[in-house]
């Protein structure tokens, strides 16, 4: 199975900031990493598909970069908004993993 | 707009088999261009992928599951459904149905709101 490993596990922010979130493949996954936002309560959001493809309706402030086994996730001017948990997902190969989530809080 | 709704019980005793039917509105199962699939959540495991399962009737599982779990379409329905057998306290979790999108990528674009199974006598 494709380990994905996500760094950091939390994260304080002001709104406005700008943050940043890595996750990393234990092997080459390509592009194949899809990025999620979950809010407490909620089903995960796609954010991010195909390492860096904004899904319909994602405001441009997220954007995702990388390939393969490196990635981020940067959110631009932080809003109040944002403040959840996110994910990234390997696409690559059956079973289709998740990292375990950096959970972004207000400062 | 594409919406999914689990359905089932809430509780499962140990040993039994876990039951879950995902409805599908907005869209027809059978459309070619996706796969449904399912996912559950714990706090200390975190997102893991079950299955999923073309309209065909072909499927994908976790290995880790695999012994266990059977997923099922029911095209006239617009529904598939999720069976995992010989649950324990280790399969209490909230479950979710999704629309997998194989685009550049393998992802999920459209989930469920989540049905929590916990697993108790």
């Known amino acids: 199975d494709v380990q994905m490993t996500q760094s950091p596990s939390s994260l304080s922010a002001s709104v406005g900031d700008r943050v940043t979130i890595t996750c990393r493949a234990s092997?080459?996954?390509?592009?194949?990493l899809n990025w999620y936002q979950q809010k407490p309560g909620k089903a995960p959001k796609l954010l991010i598909y195909?390492?860096?493809s904004l899904q319909t309706g994602v405001p441009s402030r997220f954007s995702g970069s990388g390939s393969g086994t490196d990635f981020t996730l940067t959110i631009t001017t932080l809003q109040p908004e944002d403040f959840a948990s996110y994910y990234c997902?390997?696409?690559?190969?059956?079973?289709?993993?998740f990292g375990q989530g950096t959970k972004l809080e207000i400062k | 707009q594409l919406q999914l709704q689990e359905s089932g019980p809430g509780l499962v005793k140990p040993s039994e088999t876990l039951s879950l039917t995902c409805t599908v509105a907005?869209?027809?199962?059978?459309?070619?261009?996706?796969?449904w699939g399912w996912l559950r959540q714990t706090p200390g495991k975190g997102l893991e992928w079950i299955g999923d399962?073309?309209?065909?009737?072909?499927?994908y599982y976790n290995p880790s599951l695999k012994s266990r779990v059977t997923i099922s379409v029911d095209t006239s329905k617009n529904r598939f459904s999720l069976r995992l057998s010989s649950v324990t306290a280790a399969d209490t979790a909230v479950y979710y149905c999704?629309?997998?999108?194989?685009?550049?990528?393998?992802?999920?674009?459209?989930w469920g709101r989540g049905t929590l199974v916990t697993v108790s006598s």
């Open positions: 907005g869209d027809s199962i059978s459309d070619s261009n996706y796969n």
């Open positions: 997902q390997q696409g690559y190969s059956t079973p289709y993993t």
């Open positions: 092997q080459s996954i390509s592009t194949y």
């Open positions: 999704a629309r997998r999108v194989d685009f550049w990528s393998f992802y999920y674009d459209y």
């Open positions: 399962i073309y309209y065909s009737g072909s499927t």
């Open positions: 195909a390492a860096s």
